[in-house]
């Protein structure tokens, strides 16, 4: 697997497999007509408060893509990453809020620790698919972002396009464990979901 550094990189244990992750809702946003398309957000929905996201992530033999049959739409002040996308600069142009990225937990930079792994986005950031079968996005496990929240709902994508999206992601985390004093991650079992399928627009 050329994932491995990533596995080390995340610190993760040997652990038993579980089915924590039930499913993934998308969600349309309301964009105002403020730029051309349909905006949408891709949240993967857990089994309990607490569970942890923390790579998105394809691998030979479980590829992963993002695809649309219209470009996405992506601002020039944008990122291929939530974590590249400045709050401040959201605030102050109203059509870069629904620009085009992926994530997990967060929608802009702010205390947002997300990093591309092995990833290429180069075609992404032009507006068209996202592809890999060796590379992720992630947050080491520590990260509050990587915990599903009450509603259990980790954001991991929003996309604008006028077309039809299609997209197929693996998951890897774990179920909740506890956070020792000094940040480490204790107990918890693995999470992988693999092949997750979702669709929206036109």
Known sequence: MRLNALAVALLLLPVVGSAQFSHLEVEPVDNNGSVSGNTYRVYAVMESEGDVIDAIFGEAGKSLYIRSTKPFYQHPRGGEL??????????????????????????????????????DFTEFEKGNALETDNGAWFVTPDKRQALAPADKRILVAQLTSTGQITGMINIHGRTK??????????????????????????
């Open 82 to 119: 939530a974590s590249q996308v400045q709050r401040f600069d959201v605030e102050n142009d109203a059509t870069l809020a629904f620009d085009t990225w992926v994530t997990i937990g967060l929608e802009d930079n702010y205390m947002n620790s997300l990093t591309g792994f092995l990833m």
């Open 177 to 202: 464990a506890t956070q020792k004093d000094d940040g480490t991650i204790e107990g918890g079992n693995m999470i992988q979901a693999e092949g997750v399928t979702f669709s929206c627009g036109q």
